[in-house]
């Protein structure tokens, strides 16, 4: 029997009313294991409404009192922390492992967010002019909204709803209809955790429920994450339509791998973060750039040795180094990408095509691909695949490799292995991304620094998590005030300076 879900409005589970509903998979099996109801805008309206009318309370809470319905709900998370990254694995196929640190990777933006009262602090000046204090506020949007990408089900819609929340605002979240349970489970904790009904709803779908947020001038502000022109769909919509947006999209992370790397290091670092989780990371490392020829024969055996090791399996096998990808569609979509590469010339050294899984032949299972010899002209450098594929594009010299990345369309991440200080600190302040690593193969930030790519990674000027987070989900107010009243200079006008 396949379980229908739901949607969280006004702090209780809501059945779907348009009749319209998508497959939640298993697929690490293939089959189907619930469905989702898909909004209506008159659903998404009323997801609204309870959002506006709960936030006027709720912004009412001191930052404290708020900041302790997130430290409640760290605490239930921390219990079920089991069962939901089991959950999260059958939905999304990565491995339990796996899924628990998607999980955690949220809970330390809510344990940063946690510290509102600290970060929602305003500035003062005291004295500015003769008896003129100036100081600003940071007061909430209203209602906010998150729409977010199947990979990161638990991380992402925390990384928005922890520092949007703690702000004062109400949220709505539309997650990804692959995988729509772990929000919907997060969404009864915080209300067990005692957020006021209302402040956070989920609201399931797809275009239709996302254009009713865009298009509601109720709803301030728009996080997204996903794919690059639905991010940019998105930016320019909610633009249109007077509200705040970040907008953050795909990637083509590369690895610089300088000749003096230790490269058994740098192979298992490219290993791990070409591979795990199937490659459907926006932080995966998809490009090896090894620079001269010497390091790039050595590491092309390396990287071949390691990928002939490699075990993929069911989401709950505990030897699995990663499990299937998310639907039929995706495994089908990437390989088309790898016969485009052998297609364009480039050499594949290890084929993932046509690989199955004992006892699960009908999973999503794409095993790794290797590809040497890829040149920048090729779909293959040019695209972001979303899988289990990396490729080896060599460079002949660290000025070539820079350039790389810098001129990629994608700009979220990069990284560099090198025993070279003067190299890494170059490299670090002239390559054209978001987020750099040295000697680290995946720099997510830590979540009281910003997270956010560059180029056609991101659109709007506010990083995830960090400061910004707050900055986003907040207005500033400035006040300007002069005491004692009663001060008579008579009417002037001149605009006021400070003299
Ligand atoms: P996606 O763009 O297909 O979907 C993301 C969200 O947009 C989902 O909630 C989906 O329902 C919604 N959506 C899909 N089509 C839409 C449409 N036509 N109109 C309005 N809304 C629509 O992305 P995905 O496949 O879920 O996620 C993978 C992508 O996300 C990859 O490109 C990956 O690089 C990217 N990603 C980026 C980051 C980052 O921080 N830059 C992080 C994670 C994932």
């Known amino acids: 029997m396949v379980r229908e879900l739901t949607h969280f409005i006004g702090g209780q589970h809501v059945s779907g009313t348009s009749g319209r509903f998508s497959d939640v998979f298993d697929p690490s099996t293939g089959a189907v294991q619930a469905r989702v ?47 939901l990254a089991r959950l999260l694995a059958s939905e999304h196929g990565k491995t339990v492992a796996d ?43 209203g209602v906010v909204a998150g729409i977010t990408p199947f990979n990161f089900p638990a991380m992402i819609p925390l990384w928005k709803m922890g520092p949007a ?16 349970s772990i929000p919907l489970r997060i969404a009864e904790l915080f209300l067990e955790a005692g957020l006021p009904a209302g402040v956070l709803n989920v609201v399931n779908g797809d ?6 947020l865009l298009h509601d001038e109720r709803v301030k502000a728009i996080g997204f994450v996903g794919s690059t022109p639905i991010a940019q769909y998105i930016y320019q919509t909610a633009a249109a339509h007077g509200k705040r947006a970040q907008c953050f999209g795909g990637a083509k992370n590369h690895m610089i791998v300088m000749p003096d790397a230790d490269l058994d290091q740098v192979a298992d670092a490219l290993i791990g973060a070409g591979y795990g989780s199937a490659g459907e990371r ?12 010497e390091t790039a024969d050595a590491l092309a055996v390396k990287l071949t040795e390691r990928v002939r090791d490699l075990t993929i399996g069911h989401s709950l096998d505990e030897k699995a180094d990663y499990g299937p990808l998310i639907t039929r569609e995706a495994v089908v979509r990437v390989e088309a990408a790898i016969q485009a590469g052998v297609d364009a010339g480039a050499e594949l050294l290890a084929d993932g095509r046509g690989i199955t899984v004992d006892g699960y032949e009908s999973g999503f299972y794409l095993g790794p691909t290797l590809f040497d010899h890829v040149t920048t002209d090729m779909d293959l450098y040019l695209e972001e695949v979303f899988g289990p594929v990396l490729i080896i594009v060599r460079a002949d010299t660290y000025e070539d490799a820079l350039r790389l990345p810098s001129e990629h369309q994608y700009g979220n991440g990069v990284s560099i292995f090198t ?20 000697n680290v193969p995946i720099p997510v930030p830590i979540a009281y620094h910003t997270f956010g790519g560059w180029k056609k990674s991101g659109f709007g000027d506010l990083n995830q998590h960090g400061p910004d987070s707050f900055r986003f989900y907040t207005k500033t107010k400035t006040v300007t005030s002069r005491w004692p009243s009663g001060i008579k200079e008579g009417a002037s006008f001149v605009i006021p300076t400070m003299h």
């Not at 805008?41 to 959002?51: G, L």
């Not at 009318?53 to 930052?63: F, K, R, S, V, Y």
């Not at 995966?284 to 020829?293: E, L, N």
């Not at 390559?431 to 750099?436: A, D, Q």
Request: aromatic fraction near 6%.
């Open 37 to 83: 109801p898909l909004a209506t805008t008159a659903e998404v309206e009323s997801a609204i409404a309870n959002a506006e009318e709960a936030q006027l309370e709720w912004a009412t809470w001191n930052p404290q009192r708020r900041a302790r319905v997130l430290l409640t709900f760290l605490d239930l998370i921390a219990k079920d922390m089991d069962s």
């Open 99 to 141: 899924a628990r640190g998607d999980i955690q990777r949220g809970v330390e933006v809510i344990e940063f967010a946690a510290g509102a009262p600290h970060l929602l602090k305003g500035e003062y000046t005291g004295g500015a002019g003769s008896g003129i204090d100036v100081y600003s506020l940071r007061q909430p949007l």
């Open 165 to 180: 929340l703690a702000a004062g605002n109400s949220f709505i979240l539309k997650p990804s209809e692959r995988d729509p």
């Open 207 to 212: 275009k239709v429920a996302v254009d009713a």
């Open 282 to 293: 926006c932080m995966a490392i998809s490009v090896a750039v090894p620079v001269g020829q």
């Open 419 to 438: 025993r070279d200080g003067d190299t890494a600190r170059d490299f670090t302040a002239r390559v054209n991304t978001g987020m750099v690593g040295v």
